[in-house]
C-alpha cells in the first residue's frame, strides 16, 4: 500500500471520528472549548508520532511523478472544513440534525474531491 493510500484511509476514518466527538463535545462545551479540545487530542497525538516515526537521515528517493501541492491542500481544506462545518451545524441546528446537514453539505466537497486531478 503506498503512503498516498495509507493517508487517504486514515483521514477518511478520522472524518467518521471526529465529527460524531466533536458533536459531543459541543452540548457540553462551547465552540472554543471544543476547538481546545479537539487541538489538544491533534497535539497529544500527532506530537508523539512524529518524535519517535520521523528519524534522520531520510533516504533518497527518485520520484517519477512530480509533487503536486494541490492535494496537499485540498487535504487540508478538507480537514478544516469539517471541524467547521461539524461545529457550525451543531451550534445552529443542533446534535439531532447534524447527521443529516453534514452529509447534505458534504457533497459538493467529496464530488469536487473526486474528479480533481
Not at 9 to 37: E, K, Q
Request: glycine fraction near 8%.
Amino acid at each position: 500500500m503506498s503512503a498516498l493510500t495509507a493517508l487517504t484511509l486514515v483521514a477518511g476514518l478520522a472524518g467518521t471520528v471526529f465529527a460524531p466527538l466533536t458533536v459531543v463535545l459541543n452540548t457540553h462545551l462551547d465552540w472554543r472549548g471544543t476547538y481546545l479540545v479537539l487541538a489538544g487530542t491533534l497535539a497529544v497525538t500527532t506530537i508523539p508520532l512524529h518524535l519517535f516515526g520521523l528519524r534522520l537521515p531520510w533516504p533518497e528517493i527518485e520520484h517519477e511523478a512530480e509533487h503536486r501541492p494541490s492535494a496537499v491542500l485540498a487535504g487540508v481544506a478538507r480537514g478544516i472544513f469539517t471541524l467547521v462545518q461539524a461545529t457550525a451545524i451543531t451550534d445552529r441546528r443542533g446534535a439531532v440534525h447534524c447527521g443529516q446537514l453534514s452529509g447534505l453539505l458534504a457533497v459538493p466537497v467529496m464530488f469536487t474531491a473526486a474528479i480533481a486531478p
